[in-house]
């Protein structure tokens, strides 16, 4: 049969000449090899010590993100727990009071909000979907713990405390801005 | 006499204590060997590269629980590990570490017994090294421990074959079963005992020997009694702590001896070219001799590990087509032609 990709091999079975049959030349051959090897420069980074870059674009451990104020900017809209093939996200919104306008950006906030890290599988549509800019990702890592439980992150790892900033530029580039306007962009329309 | 007493006594604990040594730093450097050749850095936590990690090792081997499994042979299952480590040990007693040294008129040789079948003694103590793996595999109750004592078994049976008779064709050029007297016979130097390297008369016989060896240490393409991917552990499978540690230990001890064995008889021993030309005090040549002896075991236990690293496991047939059909015929074949060329050369 023709093949239609051009990729497909023809398989012969040939007997093996003496020389190939004494497997001592290849035997060289494949010592030579590993000798190569062995001088090679060696590809591990000695972990602790020295730490592996992450890409610019990185997705790791979420951040909800405050304003200049320092007032939450999440108005538990639910787009993200919406857009969220693992749905990982699950929250309660309640009525802001007089007096919380410095806690909270706008009329209506996230009681609790939480990620399953377990479910997450950073994908970044969250992010995508946000209209008020709350959710980023950012180039932290989630660490390990004993048990399930421990990975269901709460607003207390969640949101960004006032006084130490988290930094997500890397992800919330002008060029990304621009492209949020446009939601016909959006990976799911 | 009493001198003579101490300074054997010192010599078999220093060799002891040389070849535990060696054995335990074998396994950081397969490490290492292994690390390097797959483009990794190996142990390199404790202490500086990692030289602490044998001890660690050590200690953990000490440290873990000790199962004796309850439907075992329980005394076969301890003896078998103890077979295994003794015997790997006794080998060491006939090989030459060094010539003469000569202390106040005394002489004092670097070998613990010079006894005239060195060779014979070796074969002798290494076939009683399977009983260890034997032993330990049937006491286990277990079938992949057994299937892999079976092999062990059958592999040096095979193996020690074509390993004698390797060697017989050595023994007919040097005329001797003392490891002394063929290292002897191999001392290097310009003018009248200008004497080459046994490997140079003995090239098909060195290699079937290395080939043999590489069996009888149950090393890489020969590791069938242990070949974790079909036989779970093999011969090893229900041993723990330190009884485990035994065996594995007895396969370095092993592998240093054949390469102290294969150093010795076809490459020098303790002699290095130009020995008797540097115009060098006798006693120096002697350590120097001896620090040479060591560089090429260290060299052939490289190899050991080079090898392992690179090749993939015989199949079982594959493994008895070769000694049987392949290694015995030439064998005999090299001991034919050797006597051929002897006689034609006279």
């Known amino acids: ?189 | 006499m009493s001198t003579f007493l101490i300074y054997k006594l010192a010599l078999v604990l220093a060799v002891f204590g040389i070849t535990l040594l060696v054995a335990m730093y074998s396994t950081y450097l397969e490490r290492k060997v292994a690390a390097f050749m797959q483009d990794r850095v190996g142990p390199d936590r404790a202490g500086p590269f990692g030289i602490l990690q044998p001890l660690a090792d050590g200690v953990k081997m000490f440290m873990k629980e000790e199962i004796i499994p309850n439907v075992s042979n329980k005394f076969l299952f301890i003896v078998g590990p103890c077979i295994a480590m003794i015997t790997a040990i006794m080998a060491g007693v006939v090989i030459p570490w060094g010539n003469t040294i000569t202390i106040g008129g005394e002489t004092y040789t670097l070998q613990i017994a010079d006894i005239n079948i060195g060779i014979l003694y070796v074969f002798g103590v290494v076939s009683i090294g399977v009983y260890g793996i034997m032993i330990g595999g049937w006491a286990s109750n277990n079938k992949y421990s057994l299937l892999g004592a079976i092999r062990a078994s059958a592999q040096m049976i095979s193996y020690e074959l074509a390993m004698g008779l390797s060697i017989i064709a050595l023994i007919m050029l040097t005329g001797t079963l003392s490891l002394r007297e063929i290292a002897l016979m191999q001392g290097g130097g310009v003018g009248s005992d200008w004497n080459m390297w046994n490997v140079v008369y003995q090239p098909v016989g060195f290699l079937m020997f290395i080939i043999c060896a590489f069996a009888e240490c149950n090393r890489m393409p020969f590791d069938l009694p242990e070949s974790e991917t079909e036989l779970v552990g093999g011969y090893h499978t229900e041993y723990s702590s330190m009884k485990l540690g035994f065996y594995l230990f007895a396969e370095y001890i092993n592998m240093f001896t054949s390469s102290a064995l294969m150093a010795t008889l076809y490459f020098g021993g303790f002699n290095f070219p130009f020995q008797n030309d540097l115009g060098l005090d006798p006693n120096l040549v002697t350590i120097l001799g001896t620090v040479a002896f060591f560089l090429k075991i260290g060299f052939f236990i490289f190899f050991f590990m080079w090898v392992r690293w690179t090749l993939p496991r015989f199949r079982y047939d594959q493994l008895m087509n070769l000694g049987w059909k392949i290694l015995i015929p030439l064998a005999i074949a090299n001991v034919a032609i050797t006597g051929l060329v002897k006689i034609l050369v006279k």
Not at chain 1, 44 to 68: C, M, N, Q
Not at chain 1, 86 to 96: H, K, L
Not at chain 1, 104 to 123: D, G, H, P, Q, S
Not at chain 1, 159 to 176: G, H, L
């Open chain 1, 1 to 189: 049969m023709q093949s239609l990709s051009g990729r497909s091999k023809v398989v012969v079975k040939k007997e093996m000449t003496l020389a190939e049959r004494m497997y001592l030349p290849a035997i060289l051959g494949g010592v030579m090899i590993t000798l190569r090897h062995f001088f090679k420069r060696k590809t591990t980074i000695k972990y602790p010590e020295k730490k592996r870059e992450f890409s610019a674009i990185w997705r790791g451990h979420h951040v909800l993100k405050r304003d200049e104020k320092g007032a939450e900017r999440c108005t538990a809209c639910g787009l993200c727990a919406v857009s969220c093939p693992a749905e990982a996200i699950t929250m309660t919104s309640g009525e802001r009071k007089k007096g919380e306008e410095h806690l909270y950006r706008e009329e209506k906030y996230a009681v609790t909000y939480e990620i399953n890290m377990l479910r997450c599988i950073f994908c970044g549509l969250c992010e995508e979907a946000c209209p008020k800019e709350a959710i980023f990702l950012t180039d932290r890592l989630v660490s390990t713990d004993y048990g399930r439980d421990g990975f269901i992150y709460g607003k207390d790892k969640l949101v960004e405390p006032v006084d130490k900033r988290i930094d997500v530029t890397k992800r919330q580039t002008p060029a990304v801005l621009e492209f949020k306007k446009h939601k016909e962009f959006s990976h799911n329309k």
